[in-house]
């Protein structure tokens, strides 16, 4: 399976980033001797699942390195364009490829263990749409100052990973793109496109995983999958100054390790 590593974008004055760097490009702020995003590359890059790398939001410049063949696009300025874009490259690149995997430039936690298992949970749930979730209680073992957002619904606590999986041919479905550019940061949006009663199940917890995957699924006419993961280090993203600190310790200690 191919990769792309969404890179784009600049700290934005209202991100808690922006008071330590200011407007810069967040995949490359340094943790642990490296550029955040290059962290993500050698996890990509040594997983023995992942054939190419699409780099999309930095210069080919940038001095980052990978041991496999990568390609770097141009930001297209916006996190679903950017995933729209790598998605078209890899469908002219590669007609054949099926689905691609989808990672952000902030979880520099991942290792190449984590990103084979990824991939061999996808390739078994056959989904247009499979998004990774860790629950509190794998989050919070593992890293318990991690200070991540939960949804509580039926049966559990969980967030999202920024490690998922999505089949090449959505790229064709150009009103889904657009309405999911378009909600992307506006809640009516997102519930008129998702559902009112996914929003209502929500609320009163009445939701589960498996009722979340059949709603979202026929709403978007797609085959949607959330696969829960064993492994926190596919959400400990970093967001905030203590979560930057938290993934410097970690990664520091791995580098010594190493």
Not at 41 to 64: H, M, T, Y
Not at 133 to 138: D, G, K, N, P
Not at 199 to 221: D, F, G, I, P, Y
Not at 223 to 250: H, I, N, Y
């Amino acid at each position: 399976m191919d990769a792309i590593v969404l890179a784009g974008g600049t700290i934005e004055p209202t991100e808690p980033l922006f008071e330590l760097y200011g407007e810069t490009s967040k995949a490359l702020i340094p943790i642990a001797g490296r550029p955040m995003v290059q962290w993500v590359i050698d996890a990509l890059s040594a997983s023995q699942r992942v054939d190419r790398i699409v780099l999309i939001g930095l210069e080919p410049n940038a001095g980052l390195q990978s041991a496999k063949e990568m390609d770097c696009l141009a930001d297209n300025h916006g996190i679903l364009a950017n995933a729209r874009a790598g998605l078209e490259q890899i469908r002219l690149n590669r007609p054949d490829s099926q689905r691609v995997l989808l990672a952000s430039c902030d979880i520099p936690a991942i290792t190449p263990e984590i990103v084979d298992w990824r991939i061999e949970a996808a390739n078994q749930a056959d989904a247009d749409l499979d998004y990774a979730v860790v629950s509190r209680q794998v989050m919070e073992q593992r890293f318990p100052s991690s200070r991540r957002s939960f949804l509580r619904i039926r049966g559990g606590e969980y967030c999202g990973g920024d490690l998922n999986v999505v089949r090449i041919g959505l790229v064709a479905r150009e009103e889904l793109w657009d309405k999911l550019i378009a909600a992307r940061k506006n809640v009516l949006r997102q519930a008129s496109l998702l559902g009112w009663d996914l929003l209502l199940l929500t609320l009163t917890r009445m939701l589960t995983l498996e009722s979340a995957e059949r709603k979202v699924s026929k709403r978007l006419q797609l085959k949607g999958r959330a696969t829960v993961s064993p492994f926190a280090e596919l959400a400990m993203d970093a967001d905030k100054p203590e979560q930057l600190l938290l993934l410097e310790g970690d990664l520091s200690r791995r580098a010594v390790a190493a």
